[in-house]
């Protein structure tokens, strides 16, 4: 199917659209129209109209992770769109937060979002087909809460505080004419470990590339290039990036990975 993506909101601006810290994309499949993502507050439903979609076209929307940089555009979303509904992974709640010493900050989904709007969420589960062509895939790596604690990112559970493993994460999987493309936000259970997740769940596929943060602007530069040759071990051919990526380790990835790498960018048209 032919695949046309467009950045709506990115940290890096472009002109007069304003960009923030978060990500927003909305990818045109066909005749459906699937956001990506909805940025830290309603910049992503200026930048739509800018950039000449109306928030109220849009079929599907659907969550990467339940972070408030890709979350709080939420409201504002079912506000100007009626009908469309937004897509969450069934483990999501208003439960991540970040460790600072023995403070815990929160940065989750805005709290009270998901009970006001529950008529508007569907919490889905394992392998999900949003139309045809088009899937939401969870992790499937064993141990991702080693990565949350290396993040000091923790969820808040009856049981005291857990250190996140990421079962709110999801990628949005899109079967192009190049082959699968992946829409990852913040990729925290690790970029290469997500385009393995789903060379292993379509086997019979070929994956193109992958789209998103890679939540790689706290990390050392030798753990940049440790991840650019996992990257280049999975096969695939492109890879666009921003938002928690940063400069610096974005420029790594070019002098590792070459032409495979873009910097998303609000406005970026990418076509599949």
Not at 160 to 182: A, C, M, R, Y
Not at 238 to 251: E, L
């Amino acid at each position: 199917m032919a695949t046309k993506l467009t950045v709506i909101v990115d940290n890096t601006e472009n002109g007069d659209i304003r960009g923030e810290w978060g990500l927003s994309i909305l990818a045109e499949y066909g005749d459906k129209k699937i956001l990506a993502d909805v940025g830290a507050s309603d910049l992503f439903a200026e930048n739509l109209k800018k950039l000449g979609f109306e928030i109220g076209s849009i079929d599907f929307a659907t969550l990467s992770h339940a972070h408030y940089d890709h979350s709080n555009g939420m409201a504002r979303f079912f506000k100007d769109n009626e009908t469309a509904k937004f897509y969450l992974r069934a483990s999501t709640g208003e439960d991540c937060y970040f460790k600072y010493w023995v403070f815990h900050k929160y940065i989750g989904i805005s709290k009270g979002v998901m009970s006001e709007f529950s008529d508007r969420i569907e919490l889905v589960s394992g392998d999900y087909e949003l139309c045809d062509g088009v899937y939401l895939i969870p992790h499937k790596t064993e141990g991702l809460e080693s990565i949350g604690k290396r993040e000091r990112m923790y969820r808040r559970t009856e049981n005291g505080w857990k250190p996140d493993n990421f079962s709110h994460e999801q990628s949005l999987v899109l079967d192009t004419e190049k082959g699968l493309v992946i829409i990852n936000c913040c990729s925290h259970g690790g970029a290469a470990n997500i385009i393995n997740e789903v060379k292993n769940t379509f086997p019979e596929k070929k994956v193109y590339g992958l789209i998103g943060g890679l939540h790689l602007f706290n990390k050392s530069d030798e753990e940049v290039r440790e991840l650019a040759k996992a990257i280049e071990n999975t096969g695939i051919e492109y890879v666009c990036t921003g938002h928690c990526t940063k400069q610096r380790a974005y420029n790594i990835l070019r002098e590792e990975l070459g032409d495979k790498v873009e910097q998303l960018k609000v406005g970026l048209v990418m076509d599949f």
